[in-house]
């Protein structure tokens, strides 16, 4: 399958947690909009995300071309990378992405949506569905687990 550039996940480089703790604490509407709805589809499946509620910062920022979005679980914010702004597909799917990981605690790997390495723009607009779905069953599977 055809990867292009890399999801990065911060949760555990300490050093760099104090360093964006800093920024000031803000939501971008677009990327809120969509973790509202987010929430609504969790909600609608049973899934408690109160844990999302801590999340200080939701917003584009200009990264580097290889990375599509971060998540750091210390400072409680997720960024997206401001060069997908214009592809509506890819970022609903980095802010689920990262919304598992601050969230659920999901890795790498568990499913195609929390893929270390992002799909091509298309891939998101064409499986979104089972994407989706495959997403939630990973999280209901894990929150039944603990
Ligand atoms: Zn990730």
């Known amino acids: 399958m055809k990867t292009v550039g890399i999801i990065v996940f911060f949760g555990t480089l300490f050093g760099l947690a104090s360093m964006l703790s800093n920024q000031d604490g803000r939501y971008d509407r677009e990327l809120q909009a969509e973790y509202r709805n987010w929430v609504k589809v969790m909600e609608s499946h049973d899934i408690d995300v109160s844990k999302s509620e801590n ?4 917003d584009f920022k200009n990264m580097s071309d290889d990375i599509a979005g971060e998540t750091n679980i210390f400072s409680d914010l997720i960024y997206v990378n401001e060069d997908m702004r214009e592809h509506k597909a890819t970022v609903k ?3 689920w992405h990262e919304l598992g ?46």
């Open 55 to 58: 999340l200080q910062v939701l």
């Open 101 to 146: 990981h601050y969230t659920f605690d999901l890795k790498h790997g568990e499913c195609d949506l929390m893929n270390a390495e992002r799909f091509e723009h298309d891939y998101y607009k064409q499986n979104w569905r089972v994407l989706r779905a495959e997403y939630i069953e990973t999280i209901l599977n894990k929150v039944n687990e603990d």
């Open 93 to 95: 799917a980095i802010i």
